[in-house]
Every structure is written in structure tokens, then in C-alpha cells.
């Protein structure tokens, strides 16, 4: 009675299970994404090592300037500027 309840995988399922999600896709070219120059802070702070919260307290205290810095949207996010900013790592260098 288990036996009937108990079946194995299908060969194929349990080869695509097992398989890597980028295998089927071997023979396509690899793609290099690299970020805008304007990103929004939560993908600045992956890229840059500074904490979402670091990020806005710049911001807040007056540390990174808007039209500088930052940009606020049309629709009210921020987007940090990534040559902004690096020129403003570069000033203290």
C-alpha cells in the first residue's frame, strides 16, 4: 500500500531538479549588468558598502547636496548619483 503512495522522480524531473537554473542556458552569452549613474539608495547601498540609514542621514544632515549628490524624482525618490558622490570621495583624497 506505501509503494503506491511512494513513487520516485521521473529521471528528467529529478535531472532538472538537480541541474543549476543557468545550465539550461549554457550556450547564451553571459550579460555584465552595470548600474545607471542615477540609483536608488537601497541599490547604492548594495553597491557601495554604505547603510541605507547612512545614506539618508547624508542626506538629511546636509552632507550630500541635492542637484549634487542626489536627486529627488518627479515622483518623489531619491537617486543617488554615483559620479556625485565619487566626486565627493575624491575631495577629501
Known sequence: MLDDVIRPFPATLAAQRAAPPHAARASE????????????????????????????????????????????????HIFIDREGVKRWLLQGA
Open 29 to 76: 552569452p553571459e550579460v555584465a549588468v552595470q548600474p545607471d549613474r542615477y540609483v536608488l539608495i537601497r541599490l547604492y547601498a548594495a553597491v557601495s558598502g554604505f547603510t541605507p540609514k547612512a545614506i539618508r542621514r547624508k542626506i538629511e544632515s546636509g552632507v550630500w547636496i541635492e542637484g549634487r549628490e542626489w536627486i529627488r524624482a518627479p515622483d518623489g
